[in-house]
């Protein structure tokens, strides 16, 4: 918990009344202070960096272990993060599960990059296993970054170029942070969200089936709509019959192969679905499996059955080799409809 000695150095807080200043629970700066402080920094053209990061998956854990525990887990974030961030900047709860660091010493790309990737390997914080009241439970977190005055000169404009990037790393799968870049990021639309919204990714797949062409063409279409929609590394297609498999991405190619097509079988094992965002057990598990993920450098996984009368003809599979993607309950659902589409146009 921050103290008034901890902030009455910076300007704007040396009259505050730290009981005022404080967020109750995390002991971390509340939200109208640290967004305040932030605009005075911008005020007095003192350049410097802000981060939002937002927790994972947040709701499950109140879910699956009540409130208290929620409560547990983002304390020790706001006790984690005061300890790494020290001189370096501040932290604030922004609300909810999200958290805003200003960071004094790294606002040009390279240094902030570094800043942020030593946040997640060095300092502990996310991407680790914290106890709560009697359970334990991994906890990732993703973050959006950008800089003033380097890609903004405004707070407004500030906040929205990490609003955008953090929404980038969440349409990447979470448990990642992004740097703002104007040109890769500039066009990012935060209010398009309902793009993604299951009917109309189903709308959108059931049109590309219905379209003309053969079927291999229309697999391909629909695999190349999932991988550019979920912005997917790999995802892909294997047929057993036909003894191919329909890639959508050129960068990572798959080519059909006994050992691949065995993989994925003894990674599904009797499951008609399986997803994981932590593959380190079935390579503990399967060494057969382990040297194909391995092979393919494969972080995560979701993976369904195509069944047709009970039979498998084959896998439709999702897959993640540059970060360890978080998989969510809309990922799978449409993985299941997929599946469903692509029996249908096999079976005709």
Known sequence: MYTYDDLSKYEYFKDVDISHVLDSLTGVISRPYILGFAKDLIKRKIPFSMCIMDIDNFKLINDNYGHMSGDICLKNLGYSFIKYVGDTGL????GGDEFVLLCFTAYDYDSLHAYITALYEKGNIVRKMYKLDN????VTGTIGSASYPKDAKTYDELFTKVDKA?????????????????????????????????????????????NGGG????????????NETLMLTVSFVCIIDDN??????????FYYDKEYVD?????????????????????????????????K???????????LD???????????????????????????YVERILALLIKK
């Open 91 to 94: 932290v604030g709860r922004f």
């Open 135 to 138: 359970v334990y439970t991994f």
């Open 166 to 210: 953090l929404y980038r790393g969440k349409t990447k799968g979470r448990n990642c942070f992004i740097v703002y870049v104007e040109e890769k990021h500039k066009d990012i639309d935060v209010h398009r969200r309902e793009i993604t919204a299951l009917p109309v990714l189903f709308d959108n797949i059931l049109s590309i089936a219905n």
């Open 215 to 226: 079927v291999n063409k229309k697999i391909k279409e629909i695999v190349d709509y999932i």
């Open 244 to 253: 191919k498999i329909i890639s959508s991405n050129r960068r990572t190619p």
């Open 263 to 295: 993989s994925i079988g003894v990674i599904m094992g009797k499951n008609n679905i399986f997803y994981s965002s932590d593959l380190q057990k079935i390579k503990d598990e399967y060494k057969f499996a382990e040297e194909y993920l391995e092979s």
């Open 297 to 307: 450098n494969i972080q995560s996984i979701a993976a369904v059955k195509i069944l």
């Open 310 to 336: 009970g039979e498998v003809y084959g896998y439709f599979v999702m897959a993640e080799n540059k970060i360890v993607r978080i998989w969510q309950e809309h990922d799978i659902a449409l993985a299941m």
